[in-house]
Structures are given as structure tokens and as C-alpha cells.
């Protein structure tokens, strides 16, 4: 019972991200500066870990620095001083130095390691936090546009890519730039025309990465947006796979996937080509250095102009130089995909419910469950209205089933009752008090809605029933159990309340999870409870069973029943028929039949179908078998 709504994309279309309900769309420095406040908050509370992970980083690039400093001098003095004096003394103390570097080195880089895995986790437990409980409070429109699969990419894959940022990615960058740092500034202090060769190898280093940036950042986005699409498109289908099994439509989304794929690969390959590419160039340029500085350094060896040991740690530096430079490319595809993830994450944190708190709430710790629709006007979101406007009355304690045909506006009453929408004019009262000023948690204990789902969360049939009163106890459980008829259901199971609705071998039917979710709600003993079609799913013994049981769940509080079976409608103290979001008929359910009109229709066709044979009687057969004599 909803109003009208744009049409869902055809399968196989993958909607982009909605915006923000009534949001403008934002501009890319908005978008940025919305993902740098994210990140700030993140990172603010584990602030004295990052600053000491990067004290460590410095550290362990000091550490590999010095390695070719101490080669120079082994070979510069330490084997001269072996060979003219027999002294193994300064031999044996580069040896030493180089080994405990390169231990050192070693701790420093495992350490680095584990501090920035302790850091990265900390902030993804609270992205992690942040993102569950902001989408439990954003509200049913939300739901209703950003689909499941979308909250579920939100939650691993961009998540994810933020953690291989932070885990190795932030660190990567530090140590790289740190590294060639110091290697110019220990190359050009050892042997400053080495240097200038590196300075100048440097230019078409620096052209190449940024190359690199431009085409990868292009690239991996696209990247990304594919990968998002093959999770959206596998979850979307898994969720549905029901209706793609009833209507026969495997192969076609199949098709679908494979489409969703095909583009991931090609993607894929598009940014796998411009690494290549970039790896390739770096190792020429890199070793195209190498070479001119040994032979412009062995020249100048030969003529006397430069020691050997000079020479070798000249090779090694400009060897080690482009190693990080290449680390520098490959954390700006980490950096572009984590931009992208932030984008993303923070776009669904900046969302705000469209039902906000009551500045001023009303507290009503006892509701007599009398409720007012006056003036009410409401559409979904900004499409046409749905309710032009309603004004009704039920009195504390009374029955009212709403009848009517499919898009009548019935569910739509139900919903702003229970305040899963605002009204866009007028006022929804309970007991006099607008249910947009009244205290969150007293509005959903006073009111309950029981939808046709009746859906079941993993664990016991016990804690299911209890979510309605969570500090309930056993006893209480199972005489609301008793209550609505489906204790001695329950009793018979593998483990009776403590049986595993999940577990294999024990599968509720559709009738028998509404009957748990009917002991769920008479558990919550609601003021004003609502049935949406709660007993759509019923057979016909079922339905009896419930009859009984609902006769128990509605006595003594107000109820809204929506319902297209009219052996649910009769037991109402009052029927309204419900056409356009107008009521056109108002009174007992007998008075309407008394009266004529749609509700008597709708009665007619109903007795109509109870005196229907079950069994037609046989026709007659058109070829009868000729008589024997």
C-alpha cells in the first residue's frame, strides 16, 4: 500500500548511488572535503599511535640508509688498513655495524608493520561501528532507495579498501619518500657528480609517475565502480532468488552477471596494462642511472679521481633509489581506491534520517492508545500525493480493519502511525499528543507493527519472540507462546524454544513464522498494534489457529488491521473502505453489509467463495467408450 513510485530499473541496469533524500548534488571540492572531515574524525582518536608509527618509519629508513656508507668504508680503509697493517679491527667493525643495522632494520620494519595494522584497525572497528548504527537509524525512504546490496559494498569492499591503505599503504608512502630522501642527500654528501646523474634521472622518473597518476586514477575508478556493481548485482540476485527461480530467469541473470563481470575484467586489465607499463619504464630508467654512474664513476676510478668503495656505494644508492619510486606508484592505486571508498563511505554518513528526533520529546509512559489522523496529507518522497486528506478517529481500545483495493492508501495509514513517515500536512495524534513529538522509545513500545514478512533473525525461536521484550523471562515467552496457539508448535521442535531457527532440518513455514511473530508482539503488550496483512500467509487451518490467537492479541488495545481476508475483517468492532486515501465507508461490519455498498460487495464475493464446491463436479467425458453387450 504505497503511492505511486518511479519504476525500478530493468535487471541488469545498475542504479548509481542515491543522493541524500531532497539533497542538492555536491560539487567534487564538496565531495572532498566531506571525505577529509571523515578521515579527520577517524584518525583523531588514534593520533599518538600514527605519529609513533611514522617515529618508527623514520627510524628504519635511517637504518637502510646507512648500508652502503658502511660498504665504502669497508672497502675504502677497512681492507687497506687488513692489508697494510694485518689490522682486521675496522673490517671486523663494518661487518658488525652493517649486521646490526641490518637487524635493527629488520625489528624497526616488522614493528612498523604491527603499529599501523593496530592503528588501521582501530579506526576500521569504528567505520565499521559508525556505518551499522547510522544505517539502522536512517529510515524506511532510505531503505526503500539505497538497496540492500549497495549498504553491503558500503561495508566490505570499500571498507576493505580502506584497510589496505592504512595497513601498508600510508606507511608504504612514508617510507618511500623517506627513502629517496636519503639516498640523494647520502649520494650527493659521498659523491656529489653521482648525485647530479641521479638528480637528473630523476626528471623522466617524476614524468613517467605522473603518467601513471593521471591514467590509473582514471582506470582504477572505473575499477572500482565495476567491482561495487558485481557484489550489488550478485547480492541483488541472491536476496531475490526466489522470483528468479519461479519465473525461470536463471540464464538471464546469468547474462547479467556475466555482463557485470566482463566489464570488472576489463577494467582490471585496463589497470593492470598501466602498471605494466610504469613498472617497465621505472626498471629502464633505473637501470639506464645505474649504468652511467658505473661507467662515469669506474672512468673516473681509473684515472685516480674516485675511491672503489665510493663507486660501490654510488651503484647501490642509485640502485636503491627507484625501488620506493615505483612503491610511490603503486600506493596511488591504493590511494585512488580508498578515495573512492571514502567518497562512498562518507556520502552514506552525511545522510540524515528524514524522521528527526523531537527536540522537545513527550514522554508517555502510559498510553491509553487513542489515535487521531487530523488534516493528514502525505505523498512518498516528492512524488504525487497519496493521502490528500484524512481526518479519523479511533478510540482506546477498538478494533478498525481498513479494506480496500492494492494502492488504496491503506498500508500507507499504517506506516504514519507508526511513524515510519512524517506527514507532509496535518497531525498523526496519540492520545493527543503529535507521534512527531512523542519520545522515540515511548512511541515504539506503545506501537507495533506486525507486517506480512514476519521475519525471524538467527538464533532460538525463544530469543525471537522475546526481541518484543528483550529482559524477558522464559515463563513470560512461553505463555505468550500459549497465547496466540503456537506452544505446542514450538514444543515439538528438535529443542523446543532453544531450537535454532536456522539450523538445518528446521524450516518454519510462512504460516508458522507469523505465528512466532504474533507471540513477539502480544510479548511487547503494545498500547496500539498494527496487522499489515499478517495473515496473508496463512492456510486455511492456520488462519483458524490465528483467529483464536488474534482474538487473544487484540482484546484490551486499539488495532489496525489491514486485511484482504474478510474472515480477519469481521471480528472488527469497525471496517473502513479506503479508496484514493479518502475513507467512502465507515461502520461495523454488519451495518456495511446491511447497508450495500463496496464493503457489502466485497462480502458478497467472499460467502460466495465459502459455498463454492471445493471439488468441481466432473465433466462430461466427450468421447465415451461405446457400450458392451
Known amino acids: 500500500m504505497s503511492g505511486a513510485r518511479s519504476s525500478p530499473a530493468p535487471l541488469g541496469t545498475p542504479a548509481a548511488d542515491p543522493p541524500a533524500p531532497g539533497a542538492p548534488s555536491e560539487s567534487a571540492a564538496a565531495v572532498r572535503r566531506r571525505s577529509l572531515r571523515l578521515l579527520g574524525t577517524l584518525l583523531r582518536p588514534v593520533a599518538r599511535r600514527a605519529w609513533w608509527t611514522v617515529a618508527l618509519v623514520v627510524l628504519a629508513q635511517l637504518a637502510a640508509v646507512a648500508g652502503p656508507a658502511l660498504v665504502a668504508y669497508g672497502i675504502d680503509h677497512a681492507l687497506p688498513a687488513l692489508a697494510a697493517r694485518d689490522d682486521a679491527g675496522p673490517l671486523v667493525r663494518a661487518a658488525a655495524a652493517y649486521l646490526a643495522l641490518a637487524l635493527v632494520g629488520g625489528l624497526l620494519s616488522a614493528e612498523v ?105 582514471r582506470y582504477y575508478r572505473r575499477h572500482r565502480t565495476a567491482a561495487a556493481r558485481v557484489i550489488v548485482r550478485f547480492v541483488e540476485t541472491m536476496t531475490g532468488i526466489r522470483a528468479v527461480q519461479a519465473f525461470r530467469r536463471e540464464d538471464r541473470a546469468a547474462a547479467t552477471y556475466d555482463d557485470e563481470a566482463v566489464a570488472y575484467r576489463r577494467t582490471t586489465a585496463q589497470a593492470i596494462r598501466v602498471n605494466g607499463v610504469f613498472d617497465t619504464g621505472l626498471h629502464l630508467i633505473g637501470g639506464a642511472t645505474v649504468a652511467v654512474v658505473l661507467l662515469a664513476g669506474g672512468l673516473r676510478v681509473l684515472d685516480g679521481g674516485l675511491a672503489v668503495g665510493v663507486l660501490v656505494a654510488a651503484v647501490l644508492y642509485a640502485r636503491r633509489f627507484f625501488q620506493p619510486l615505483a612503491q610511490i606508484g603503486m600506493f596511488y592505486n591504493s590511494f585512488q581506491s580508498a578515495t573512492a571508498a571514502l567518497e562512498k563511505l562518507s556520502a552514506l554518513l552525511a545522510q540524515e534520517p528524514t524522521l528527526p528526533d523531537p527536540a522537545r520529546p513527550v514522554a508517555l509512559p502510559h498510553v491509553r492508545g487513542d489515535v487521531r489522523f487530523v488534516g493528514v496529507e502525505f505523498g512518498y518522497g516528492t512524488g504525487p500525493t497519496v493521502l490528500p486528506a ?18 488504496a492508501g491503506k498500508s500507507t495509514v499504517a506506516k504514519l502511525l507508526a511513524r515510519f513517515y512524517d506527514v507532509r500536512a496535518g497531525a498523526v495524534l496519540l492520545d493527543d499528543v503529535d507521534v512527531r513529538e512523542v519520545a522515540p522509545p515511548d512511541l515504539r513500545r506503545a506501537v507495533v507493527m506486525v507486517t506480512q514478512e514476519a521475519y525471524l533473525f538467527s538464533g532460538s525461536v525463544a530469543a525471537n519472540i522475546a526481541l518484543g521484550r528483550p529482559g524477558a523471562t522464559r515463563e513470560q515467552i512461553e505463555a505468550a507462546a500459549r497465547a496466540v496457539g503456537v506452544h505446542e508448535l514450538v514444543s515439538a521442535m528438535p529443542d523446543g524454544y532453544d531450537t535454532d531457527v536456522d539450523k538445518r532440518g528446521v524450516r518454519l513455514s510462512a504460516g508458522q513464522r507469523q505465528l512466532v511473530s504474533f507471540a513477539r508482539a502480544l510479548l511487547a503488550d503494545p498500547a496500539v498494534l498494527i496487522l499489515d496483512e499478517a495473515t496473508s500467509s496463512l492456510d486455511v487451518p492456520g488462519e483458524a489457529q490465528v483467529q483464536r490467537g488474534l482474538r487473544t492479541l487484540l482484546a484490551g488495545r486499539t488495532a489496525v488491521v489491514i486485511a484482504h481476508r474478510l474472515s480477519t475483517v469481521m471480528s472488527a468492532d469497525r471496517v ?48 465415451p467408450h461405446p457400450p458392451t453387450w
Open 113 to 217: 608493520v604491527r603499529a599501523s595494522a593496530r592503528v588501521s584497525q582501530t579506526v576500521l572497528l569504528d567505520l565499521r561501528g559508525r556505518l551499522f548504527r547510522h544505517t539502522q537509524r536512517l529510515d524506511l525512504e532510505f531503505h526503500e532507495t539505497y538497496t540492500s546490496g549497495r549498504v553491503i559494498s558500503r561495508q566490505t569492499s570499500d571498507t576493505d579498501a580502506l584497510r589496505e591503505l592504512l595497513d601498508g599503504g600510508v606507511t608504504t608512502l612514508a617510507g618511500s619518500g623517506l627513502a629517496m630522501a636519503f639516498t640523494a642527500v647520502s649520494l650527493a654528501l659521498l659523491d656529489w657528480r653521482s648525485g647530479l646523474v641521479l638528480l637528473v634521472a630523476v626528471v623522466p622518473g617524476v614524468v613517467l609517475t605522473r603518467w601513471f597518476q593521471l591514467r590509473s586514477q
Open 390 to 407: 484524512l481526518d479519523l478517529h479511533v478510540p482506546a481500545g477498538q478494533t478498525v480493519a481498513l479494506v480496500g483495493e492494492t494502492g
Open 576 to 623: 473502513l473502505v479506503v479508496d484514493g486515501g479518502r475513507v467512502v465507508e465507515d461502520g461495523s461490519p454488519a451495518a456495511l453489509v446491511e447497508a450495500g455498498g463496496r464493503f457489502a460487495d466485497l462480502h458478497a464475493q467472499w460467502q460466495a467463495t465459502l459455498h463454492t464446491p471445493p471439488h468441481p463436479a466432473p465433466r462430461p467425458d466427450p468421447h
